[in-house]
Nanobody, 123 residues
Framework: QVQLVESGGGLVQTGGSLRLSCAAS????????MGWFRQTPGKGREFVAS????????AYADSVRGRFTISRSNSKDTVHLQMNSLKPADTAVYYC????????????????WGQGTQVTVSS
């Protein structure tokens, strides 16, 4: 079993920055890959970024590439999402997710999910 605890959401103006964090605990092989997704009311969950815990390989959605950066802590148990140049369209609940296995930037089937943290970008 894996537990994911997110932090760092909030309200920011257009063009501002926020940093989300996700602390993982439990069986490490089960969170070998960690990702961020977001969801707005009435829409499905959207992939944002992912990272492989061991080798640091990353993947980004086109909508955030160049503005968001995903990284991992030295202990590799915490993942951060640095969000710069935020737009109102980035407003959503952001979820941290984890799964085991090999890194695959096109695999969006995650096993474990955090509780979500709200990010609101005002215009």
């Amino acid at each position: 079993q894996v537990q994911l605890v997110e932090s760092g959401g909030g309200l920011v103006q257009t063009g501002g920055s926020l940093r989300l964090s996700c602390a993982a605990s439990g069986r490490t092989l089960s969170y070998e890959n960690m990702g961020w997704f977001r969801q707005t009311p009435g829409k499905g969950r959207e992939f944002v970024a992912s990272i492989n815990r061991s080798d640091g390989r990353v993947a980004y959605a086109d909508s955030v590439r160049g503005r968001f950066t995903i990284s991992r802590s030295n202990s590799k148990d915490t993942v951060h999402l640095q969000m710069n140049s935020l737009k109102p369209a980035d407003t959503a609940v952001y979820y941290c997710a984890a799964r085991g296995g090999f890194f695959n930037p096109n695999n969006f089937e995650y096993t474990y999910w955090g509780q979500g943290t709200q990010v609101t970008v005002s215009s």
